[in-house]
């Protein structure tokens, strides 16, 4: 199923897909702005998850390039944690669609909340490099494709999560664990993204109007993130997961604005 969408709706999509790609290069969450201009365009939920994933592939695929360009990914380190990733959320992909989404309920605020306050609070979290709190193979066979997991099942703030797990479990500086974050975003993007095409759920015709705008947002973003360095990033994923927070607690009906 297609839809016949008016030149407004296409505009609509590429500023939505824009902004969202400039936010998700820098510190993930692009989805809180795509997904509800999606639904706003009369688009069904399933598709409109898948539709996203097509969008937001794009511009992780554009944020990869632009740092392992820069050399801030050196792509033999992070190969094996890309196929990691991928096949985590290919996993998810599929159990969304059998398991009760509520028993994310209590988990997701706990690691928003989480997320935020370790970075606002320690504030030289991420400002150098430190010794590894977890070795390679724990995460590379747990945590990685435990984000990759999530990513497929739920979304929003896929990148800030792998961020942090850079800087908390293997003591990476921010802005490593930033770019290391694209490159296995984009891996968790694409898996997602291929059992949903495989599913016929994506609307091509929203999502070409979206990727031009996420590959655009997506390049600004990733020189802002690299000129602006931890001083930019930081501020930006406790924004974005403040703003994920206040948004889900509202669908919730916890919250009223």
Known sequence: MDFVLSPEVIAMLFGAAAIA??????????????IPVLLLAQVPPIQALATNKLQASSGSFT???????????????VRTLF????????????????????TLDVLIPIVLVGIA?????????????????LNRKAYQ?????????????????????????????RGQNLITATANAKVLNFASNIASLAVFIFGGKVLWAAGGAMILGQVIGAWCGSHAMVRGGTKLIRPMIVTVCVVMLGRYLWQKGLVAF
């Open 83 to 102: 196929i990691c990733s991928l096949i985590g959320s290919a996993i998810g992909t599929l159990a969304v669609q059998f398991v009760n989404a509520a």
């Open 117 to 133: 306050l370790y970075f606002l609070l320690a504030p030289n979290a991420g400002a150098v490099e430190k010794k590894p709190r």
């Open 21 to 34: 790609g400039f936010v998700d290069a820098i510190a993930g969450g692009g989805g809180l702005i795509t």
């Open 141 to 169: 066979g747990v945590v990685v494709p435990g984000i990759g997991f999530y990513d497929g099942m739920f979304g929003p703030g896929t990148g800030s999560f792998f961020s942090l797990a850079g800087v908390a479990l």
């Open 63 to 77: 944020a990869s390039m632009m740092v392992i360009r820069r050399g801030l990914v050196k792509v033999p380190e």
